[in-house]
């Protein structure tokens, strides 16, 4: 079988015209800064980049070393490289224009550098999110309302999982694709053409934990779900949690289920757990691309209009059925 490896995919991308130059470039480089996140993700205890930095993020989170690691690669490898504008990370409060002795391009960045981090220091699958976003023409010197577009203005989005193996999903709009990092040869290898999510599933995803805090729609969706064949749904379901998006959402494109984070009494004042702009946005875009659905229960989360770069929403993403069901009782009310 003939090795594709993602330059290859990315210049038969750009020859069939679904890209250009700059935005192959651009995968280009967020693909190396995945491999280098891989390699420190990888060693573990052993390179000593385990635990807590000791810091706050804009959230209020605790950082993890590696968190700060991820960032600070994601950063460094894309601010030279003359593809973007600004960059914006769930780490940093501010968005970080493109300093001014490096030269500047047409594209906003966003990420969440290391997705999942409470699963860092027990061995468990973590990710990274990105989202890219056309800086609007005009613009100078980027600044965050450039950021305030709806997920349906992203030119490219993907993820990266850190689990047995790495791999690297993306969509510039035509099918999503995955790849699988060969750590010997240093390269990302198209290991997933076209990934599609099954319209109907057996599976779903979601803190469990959290039931008592959960709106009456997602209560009714889920009881009608754990009542299983005796139920008015009529077979079982199974449930699974890692509690890294990229990993739960990772398994959604391998075989289809739902996952949902939504909104709860606990989350109303913050709008929900998961950010807009480089968590929902993204995982989104790729959801749609691969025949699935995304909401928040209420709206599709590609047509929000964001006001803040670290905008909270309420997440329902997977089989388009089920997404479908959930959002029909949220609408029904
Ligand atoms: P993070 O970006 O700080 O890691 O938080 C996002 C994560 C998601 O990956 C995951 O779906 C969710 O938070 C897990 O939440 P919980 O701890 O409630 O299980
Ligand atoms: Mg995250």
Same mark, same amino acid.
């Given at each position: ?51 807590? %930095? ?116 993306? +969509? ?23 990934? +599609? ?34 139920? /008015? ?55 749609? %691309? %691969?025949?699935? %659905? ?19 929403? /309420? ?19």
């Amino acid at each position: 079988m003939r090795r594709v490896t993602l330059t290859q995919f990315l210049i038969e991308q750009q020859r069939k015209g679904l890209m250009g130059a700059d935005l192959r470039l651009l995968m280009e480089v967020v693909a190396r800064a995945v491999k280098a996140i891989a390699v420190n993700v990888s060693k573990g205890a052993l390179a000593g980049v385990l635990g807590e %930095a000791g810091s706050d993020n804009v959230q209020g989170e605790a950082q993890k070393k590696l968190d700060v690691i991820a960032n600070d690669i994601l950063i460094q490898a894309n601010e030279w490289g003359g593809h973007l504008a600004a960059m914006a990370s769930e780490e940093v409060e501010e968005i970080r224009p493109i300093p001014s002795d490096y030269p500047k391009g047409g594209f906003l960045l966003l990420f969440d550098p290391l997705d999942g981090s409470s699963n860092i220091d027990v061995n468990i699958s973590v990710g990274t999110i990105f989202s890219v976003l056309r800086c609007p023409e005009g613009s100078a010197a980027a600044t965050e309302a450039d950021f305030m577009q709806p997920g349906t203005a992203q030119v490219a989005a993907g993820y990266s999982v850190y689990g047995p193996s790495t791999q690297l999903v993306l +969509t510039v709009g035509d099918g999503v694709h995955g790849f699988t990092l060969d750590r010997e040869m240093g390269s990302f290898i198209y290991t997933h053409p076209f990934m +599609t999510i099954p319209e109907d599933t057996k599976e779903y995803a979601i803190n469990a934990s959290n039931q008592r805090f959960w709106e009456p729609p997602v209560q009714r969706y889920v009881a009608e779900l754990q009542a299983g064949k005796e139920g /008015p749904r009529e077979r079982d379901f199974n449930m699974r949690w890692v509690a890294s998006m990229v990993a739960d959402v990772h398994r959604i494109l391998t075989r289809g289920g739902i996952f949902m984070y939504p909104l709860d009494s606990k989350m109303k004042d913050k709008g929900g757990k998961l950010r807009l702009m480089y968590e929902a946005n993204p995982m989104a875009m790729i959801v749609e %691309a %691969a025949g699935g %659905a995304a909401t928040t229960g209420r709206e599709r989360i590609l047509d929000i209009q964001p006001n803040q770069l670290h905008q909270r929403v /309420p997440v329902v993403l997977g089989s388009k059925n089920e997404v479908e069901r959930v959002t029909r009782y949220h609408l029904e009310g």
